[in-house]
């Protein structure tokens, strides 16, 4: 499974930013579930939004009415809209895929088998 991240980049806070994961037809069309993670300075890696395999699309606390989760059929890609971004926001950004370990439970992150490089976010005051 290849995961290939695009769309860091550094704004200020209350601006926005797309991050795009591209990853093939077979992980997008199979029953693998999706998401976004991201790893704060000194923090553990922790789960942004998820996609299942029924496309049932969850959200961390700290990010529900500010980001939204899309799955690009056409493009195979996973896309992550950042609006509204703070400063606590700063962190490098995972794409992810794995079947039902992929939960919203920080404890099972590391549990997950297939992570891109990353994308840095970083949001200034």
């Known amino acids: 499974v290849q995961l290939l991240e695009s769309g860091g980049g550094s704004v200020q806070s209350g601006g926005s930013l797309r991050l795009s994961c591209a990853t093939s037809e077979y992980t997008f069309t199979n029953d693998y579930y999706l998401g976004w993670f991201r790893q704060r300075s000194g923090n553990w890696r922790e789960p942004v939004a998820i996609?299942?395999?029924?496309?049932?699309?969850r959200y961390a606390d700290f990010v529900k009415g500010r980001f939204t989760l899309s799955k690009d059929i056409a493009k195979n890609t996973l896309d992550l809209q950042m609006s509204s971004l703070k400063p606590e926001d700063t962190a490098m950004y995972y794409c992810?895929?794995?079947?039902?370990?992929?939960?919203?439970?920080?404890?099972?992150?590391?549990?997950?088998?297939?992570w891109g490089q990353g994308t840095q976010v970083t949001v200034s005051s």
């Open positions: 996609i299942d395999h029924k496309g049932i699309i």
């Open positions: 992810a895929a794995d079947w039902e370990r992929m939960t919203m439970n920080p404890v099972r992150t590391p549990e997950i088998g297939y």
